[in-house]
């Protein structure tokens, strides 16, 4: 089958014929249908993570298909069904997984990143642990329109919905405009909230307005984002996401939060912070301001997104760009480097 392979960091991925995925007894295979390109992806390809790639590893987190393969061991999903698959695969039988944190799993795997879960940027995907990975989406979705689900739509509405707690009628600043933070800005628009969206780049402002922010804020006409946030939100913002993960978008999101304000923090650092930026910690104590984790969600709760998108509240498809090839892979994560995506691209030929 065909995939597109790691080779080396900040190189062109290698687009060739590998084998296809062996079935594990408690596996499915599916046909790879859609794909998204994540930043995480590019975190990844510039050397960001915390763990290595390695050359030969098939990329790609963000997969809708349908089920080819079914291993013996497998009881709930079957052959023909229709699937998205978190980035973050888990085991099902862990402590945080049977407490409900399946997405902060003990034996989690981040898929298309390690060698023990090859990725979805290829013709087929392997799903280890299948009842409990799989999630088998509604009628009448697409698979390109499902492509960003299992990361970043998922994340962003675990942050706002679960972590923190955006209520009709609170502010919500979203400091990032990406693929994550355009889902932040459409699903805290959803959940009743005004949204405050943040970016350098009017494009992406433009689209944060189409999904619902009430105001923008290009980042790259004012040396003071916080204040602008704290101008119009009238003294602050209740909820505040780094949908990005450098210390400038970092500290702005903490500094626009009004009293008793929650940071959410979804972005994961780059290189040049390392896993670590600092706060500004008395301002945090003087509010009372929350500086809130989040990482993904937990497969067994993306329901509460799909009663969202039949009852017409959100709509995952409003944030892809355009679709692309497995050949144009290369080329999209060269483009994020200077921040030149917009919303996000899907990779829908394989
Ligand atoms: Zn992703
Ligand atoms: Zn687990």
């Known amino acids: 089958m065909r995939a597109a392979v790691f080779t080396e960091y900040g190189e062109p991925l290698d687009v060739r014929n590998v084998e296809k995925p062996d079935l594990d007894p408690d596996g499915v295979v599916i046909e790879t249908e859609a794909c998204g390109i994540c930043r995480s992806d590019w975190h990844g390809w510039m050397n960001d993570l915390p763990y290595e790639l390695e050359a030969g590893q098939i990329m790609g987190h963000e997969p809708a298909g349908h089920v080819v393969e079914v291993g013996e061991e497998v009881e709930h999903i079957r052959e023909g069904d ?31 990143f390690t060698p023990q879960a090859p990725g979805a940027w290829a013709e087929e995907l392997h799903v280890p642990t299948a009842d409990h990975n799989a ?6 979705v697409s698979s390109v329109d499902m492509a960003g689900l ?3 739509f998922m994340t962003a509405f675990h942050g706002l919905a679960h972590k923190a707690d955006v209520s009709a009628g609170d502010w919500v600043a979203i400091h990032g405009c990406g693929g994550v933070g355009l889902s932040a800005v459409h699903i805290a ?25 009430r105001a923008t804020i290009n980042a790259s006409e004012t040396d003071d984002v916080p204040g602008e946030v704290q101008g119009i939100t009238n003294g602050g913002a209740d909820v ?3 949908a990005l993960g450098i210390a400038t ?35 945090m104590v003087r509010k009372e301001i929350e500086f809130i984790g989040s990482l993904g969600m937990q497969p067994a709760r993306y329901d509460e997104i799909f009663s969202m998108i039949e009852a ?5 498809s409003k944030i892809i760009s355009e679709t692309v090839s497995l050949e144009d892979t290369s080329e ?15 990779i829908s030929e394989f």
């Open 82 to 112: 229709h699937v998205a698959i978190p980035f973050n695969l888990s085991d099902g039988t862990c402590p945080m997984c049977r407490n409900g944190y399946a997405n902060i799993c003990d034996d989690g795997v981040s898929l298309g």
């Open 312 to 316: 017409g509240k959100v709509d995952p």
């Open 240 to 242: 505040a996401v780094d």
């Open 249 to 283: 978008t970092c500290q702005n999101s903490v500094r626009s939060l009004g009293k008793l304000g929650q940071h959410v923090q979804i972005g994961i650092t780059t290189a040049e912070e390392d896993g670590e930026i600092s706060l500004p910690t008395d301002l």
């Open 332 to 346: 999209k994560l060269q483009a994020m480097t200077d921040y030149e995506t917009v919303g996000i691209p899907v």
């Open 150 to 152: 299992g990361c970043r």
């Open 135 to 140: 999630v088998i989406l509604p009628d009448g």
């Open 189 to 213: 628009d959803a959940l009743g909230a005004s949204v405050v969206a943040v970016d350098l780049f009017d494009e992406k402002l433009d689209l944060a307005t189409d999904l619902g922010a």
